[in-house]
């Protein structure tokens, strides 16, 4: 059958042909889509799952922000309280070793002694190494040294000034710095041994407490 007698045909029982064409137009290319968004499960998971994708991963990603958030803060504020800069995951257990000090060191010990501190273990440990006690034996001697000669000098320079009788200004005027100069070597040893100091005094600490 010709389309022309189909479309005579139509139009003896009164129908129009181009609706007709139409509907099957529509049927046609609804089943098409219909296949389509159903070829992976029910007909509602593949219209919404797009979107469900999405309010899922910006839900997670707004999660994820709030807890950043959170952690920079509590970072930020122990910083503040502590002066110790370290990992959120980390603090509880400085506070737990700062909590075992029995008094005999607090934040700033521990602080000093931050690169000694093993937080990787379950218990924080205190670990030195041979090449920090090596410098530390270098610092004693260099400035024991260095102190000694400052001393004598200053020794010397006490003497003569107390024993001659016409003392040049420049004599008197070099005594306050030699004492300086013994002072400044002392505090510069203390401060370049602090670190190893009060690792020594935390782990000896620990050392007490685990012998309980």
Same mark, same amino acid.
């Given at each position: ?5 189909? $479309? ?14 139409? *509907?099957?137009?529509? /049927?046609?290319?609804?089943? +098409?889509?219909?296949? +389509?968004?159903?070829?992976? %499960?029910? =007909?509602?998971?593949? =219209?919404?799952?797009?979107? !469900? ?6 839900? &997670? ?5 709030? !807890?950043?958030?959170?952690?920079? &803060?509590? !970072? !930020? ?17 400085? *506070?737990?070793? @700062?909590?075992?000090?029995? %008094? ?9 002694? @931050? ?15 041979? /090449? #920090? ?15 000694? /000669? ?28 030699? +004492? $300086?100069?013994?002072?400044?070597? +002392? ?11 009060? #690792?020594?005094?935390? #782990? ?9």
């Amino acid at each position: 059958m010709s389309i022309p007698e189909i $479309v005579s045909f139509f139009e003896k029982i009164g129908v129009n042909p181009v609706i007709i064409m139409t *509907i099957l137009l529509i /049927c046609v290319v609804a089943a +098409f889509f219909l296949r +389509f968004l159903n070829s992976e %499960g029910p =007909l509602t998971w593949r =219209l919404f799952k797009t979107k !469900q994708k999405s309010r899922l991963h910006w839900r &997670q990603i707004h999660t994820d922000l709030r !807890q950043l958030a959170k952690d920079i &803060q509590k !970072q !930020q504020e122990f910083r503040d309280l502590t002066g110790i800069f370290v990992h959120p995951d980390k603090i509880e257990k400085l *506070i737990a070793l @700062r909590d075992s000090s029995n %008094g005999e060191f607090d934040w700033p010990e521990i602080k000093a002694a @931050r690169s000694f501190i093993d937080l990787n273990t379950e218990q924080p440990k205190i670990r030195i190494g041979v /090449c #920090a006690k090596i410098f530390d034996i270098f610092i004693i001697t260099l400035f024991s040294v260095g102190g000694i /000669c400052f001393t004598l000098l200053f020794s010397i320079l006490v003497v003569i000034i107390a024993t001659e009788n016409d003392v040049r200004p420049s004599l008197l005027a070099s005594l306050p710095l030699f +004492f $300086v100069s013994i002072l400044f070597n +002392f505090m510069l040893m203390q401060s370049l041994r602090r670190n190893y100091r009060s #690792a020594k005094l935390i #782990a000896k600490t620990l050392g007490r407490r685990e012998l309980i």
